[in-house]
């Protein structure tokens, strides 16, 4: 194949380059978008290191860079507050804690759906666990809301109705850990359940069967032939993730504790934290700083997380 | 005969866990199922709940007395709310239309093993997955540089690319596309442009589906660049409206103390809870509607884009 397009290659110059030019045509729109809105924002990056100028009429977007000062990595100070280590410790407990607990019960629901023989009330499970993967989560909020809403919540309620003192549930944080685990727990598990589900649906039945003839039970069979096939994808998976370690998802973060600020403690998160601090303070440069960082980070994890997984078995690495 | 359907019987349940064991999962994902949909159903039953009825035993499954209150609140908002339907839809059809288009005539050319910048173009995309300049400077350059602040750009532009959904696609190429076709209509003298759209895009109709479909729901869930680079209330999708009352009705109830008199008239004005149950009905309502359709087409496709890029 490629000797004979090497063969070809000389003959059809005028004709391929007419090709590629119509193919760049193709391209065109999309990687002006991607130079626009993602590559150009990087050279922003440079006001990390700046104390940024507002823009004016007579100095405009870029040039108003030009006039700002250098402060090297001022900063970055923000680092050493308590604040920062409180979003710090929230976004990396949060998500270290969801990539297990989400891996265990998406594999545990996935292999379980996998074994049931009324192929038509697992697909029912299925379709009914995606649901919550495509709502928002400023509509989550709600839903939440009508079981803790502190007058007529249904929990709050039942609380009343046994003699119990209500919880106040939006204005105390240690609650909120595992109510926003729930949270991210009953919108996800749909989506990655979904994904282990036709890996597993994939592997050749003979396997199990051949397994079984050698005298396997059901659970070895999980351990010897299931788990194996589910390894790559489990791998891509948790690259990706790794690589997001220090990504929140805003949403949940900022609507379902309805911006409640006796939660910040345990709600506030890197990218809740970029957001409010250019909102209230308007400091460019720190949240550039903090949203440097971030990307910064995840981009290491990310490579790092590769890096070690093509050293232990090449063929499941992503890149 | 009655020993012969007993062994089949049993052979049906050769290399199967036992029927205990199925119970047991059967009631396990079963609880699990009613977790994801019961919230939903709830604030439905709310929405349609009388306000008579909340006061006295709250939000419940089965209220004292039902209503359709909140929902001639919601109709009395008036221009705001179907202004805010309208820039859902809007914002959904046309971002998603556009979006589409793009997301495919980018994967095509990554498809095409003879496109030399192929391996240049795949990793162009794929870079701005792993790094990026950050919110700050993104919306810098979005606001101050391209001009999106208060109109429709702002809702649309940032988001028509998205990395994930070019992978999607272009495995939709790779794995439904044979590469002779190509070439055949290459040689019967068709140019790439009517190659793509006579030839190649009925294969990937699958495809455009998915790709489409997940757009349109990024694009009707979308809040977040409202809340970025939208003041105006004139363009304000849904989610965003819904959100707008939330802060309202915490405002005016965090503050009534301070308020006094003024308060009692912003209360009286307040949409009140019901409604705004209405309201979430009428943004989940589309989804739910279209949702056992579309399904099927996202499940192949996250299926596709998650087998390695």
């Given at each position: 194949m490629l000797r004979h397009q090497a063969a070809r290659r000389p003959v059809m110059g005028s004709a391929g380059r007419k090709k590629t030019l119509w193919l760049l045509t193709m391209v065109a729109p999309g990687a002006i978008w991607l130079i626009l809105i993602r590559y150009l924002p990087m050279f922003g990056i440079v006001m990390a290191f700046l104390d940024y100028r507002l823009p004016t009429r007579k100095m405009p977007f870029p040039i108003n860079l030009l006039h700002s000062d250098w402060v090297g990595l001022d900063n970055f100070q923000f680092l050493f507050t308590s604040d920062a280590l409180t979003m710090i410790r929230n976004t990396l407990g949060y998500n270290i804690v969801w990539i297990a607990l989400g891996l265990v019960l998406a594999v545990a629901l996935a292999i379980m759906m996998s074994e049931l023989t009324k192929k038509f009330l697992a697909k029912t499970y299925q379709t009914l666990m995606f649901f919550p993967y495509f709502l928002s989560w400023v509509v989550a909020a709600y839903f939440l809301f009508a079981f803790l809403d502190p007058t007529n919540g249904m929990i709050v309620r039942a609380q009343k109705a046994a003699g119990v003192t209500p919880i106040d549930w939006y204005n105390e944080p240690k609650y909120w850990p595992v109510i926003l685990t729930i949270c991210s727990m009953w919108k996800n598990t749909g989506y990655s359940t979904v994904l282990y589900l036709s890996a597993i649906t994939g592997i050749d039945r003979s396997q199990y069967e051949a397994a079984a003839v050698d005298g396997a039970t059901k659970w070895q069979q999980m351990l010897h032939v299931t788990l194996p096939h589910l390894k790559p994808i489990i791998i891509v998976l948790l690259i990706m993730n790794v690589g997001k370690i220090?990504?929140?998802d805003f949403g949940l973060f900022w609507s379902v504790p309805m911006n409640s600020a006796p939660l910040f403690p345990v709600t506030q998160v890197v990218d809740t934290y970029v957001y409010r601090s250019y909102k209230f303070t308007g400091d460019v440069g720190m949240s550039t700083a903090a949203g440097f960082l971030q990307n910064l980070v995840g981009f290491i994890c990310i490579m790092g997380a590769n890096a070690i997984v093509r050293r232990l078995d090449a063929d499941s690495s992503l890149f | 005969m009655t020993a012969l359907s007993h062994r089949k019987g049993h052979a049906l349940r050769l290399n199967q866990v036992s029927a205990g064991t199925e119970l047991i999962f059967h009631i396990i994902l079963g609880l699990f199922a009613a977790c994801c949909i019961l919230p939903f159903i709830f604030v439905v039953i709310i929405s349609f709940s009388a306000e008579s009825s909340i006061k006295t035993i709250g939000y419940s499954f089965v209220p004292a007395q039902w209503s359709l209150e909140a929902y001639r609140q919601v109709f009395k908002l008036g221009d705001q709310l179907w202004l805010s339907y309208f820039n859902s839809f809007f914002i959904t059809i046309v971002g998603t239309v556009v979006s589409v288009a793009i997301c495919v005539l980018y994967a095509y050319p990554l498809f095409?093993?003879?496109?030399?910048l192929r391996g240049f173009f795949t990793f162009f995309s794929f870079f701005t997955m792993i790094f990026g300049g950050g919110l700050i400077p993104t919306y810098i350059v979005c606001k101050n540089?391209?001009?999106?602040?208060?109109?429709?750009a702002a809702l649309i532009v940032p988001m028509l690319v998205n990395p994930f959904n070019i992978i999607i696609m272009r495995t939709f190429f790779q794995t439904s596309v044979p590469f002779d076709l190509i070439e055949a209509a290459t040689i019967d003298g068709s140019g790439e442009y009517s190659t793509l759209t006579r030839v190649i895009l009925p294969i990937v109709k699958p495809g455009i589906a998915t790709v489409a479909l997940l757009t349109a729901l990024a694009y009707w869930n979308e809040w977040f660049l409202c809340l970025l680079y939208i003041t105006d209330r004139h363009l304000y999708p849904l989610q965003y409206l819904l959100m707008e009352m939330q802060r309202n009705a915490e405002f005016i109830s965090r503050n009534s103390s301070v308020m006094g008199a003024a308060s009692a008239e912003a209360v009286r004005n307040l949409p009140n809870q019901t409604m705004r149950m209405a309201v979430v009905v009428f943004i989940v309502l589309p989804i739910a509607c279209a949702y056992p359709f579309f399904q099927r087409y996202v499940v192949a496709g996250l299926t596709i884009g998650s087998v390695k890029g």
């Open positions: 220090f990504n929140a | 095409r093993k003879d496109f030399k540089l391209l001009g999106m602040s208060n109109n429709y």
